[in-house]
């Protein structure tokens, strides 16, 4: 099985109602879990394209103004490097467009997720450890 077809498989799973799914193949073995109690929430589907979903306003999306860091992938939620280190990024602090956010962790590989913009941390909208969904919003830069 190769990479395409994993990622394949665990946006099916996210967009089903499984909540566990375990797969064992000769060299392979892929366990997906998802968190009960979380909830994702998607922006309408009749909002106008000329506008990114990033940078929707708050009447839209029930969530702060600003531009949405968004999860790449399923996996867990890391806002330090190790649990010793200070987390990357505080509310109210200032980033630049490349700064490493947090992490996110999937089938053992440690993601560094980017600030996509310059501004400041709005909010952060997951603790250290969630495990979060595709395109979950982690948190909000201003």
Avoid at 10 to 35: C, G, M, P, V, W
Avoid at 80 to 103: L, N, W
């Amino acid at each position: 099985m190769d990479y395409k077809q994993i990622m394949e498989i665990i946006e099916r799973f996210n967009a089903s109602d499984i909540t566990h799914l375990e797969i064992e193949q000769a060299d392979l073995k892929l366990k997906l879990e998802k968190n009960h109690t979380a909830v994702v929430a998607h922006p309408p589907s009749g909002l106008s394209n000329d506008r990114s979903s990033n940078e929707m306003s708050s009447q839209e999306t029930g969530v702060k103004e600003g531009t949405e860091v968004r999860s790449p992938l399923v996996g867990t939620f890391y806002a330090a490097p190790s649990p010793q280190d200070e987390p990357y990024v505080k509310v109210g602090q200032r980033v630049k467009k490349g700064d490493t956010v947090c992490i996110i962790e999937a089938m053992k590989i440690m993601n560094e997720i980017t600030a996509p913009v310059d501004g400041v941390v709005d909010a952060i909208l997951v603790q250290n450890g969630d495990v979060v969904s595709y395109d979950q919003v982690l948190m909000i830069i201003k």
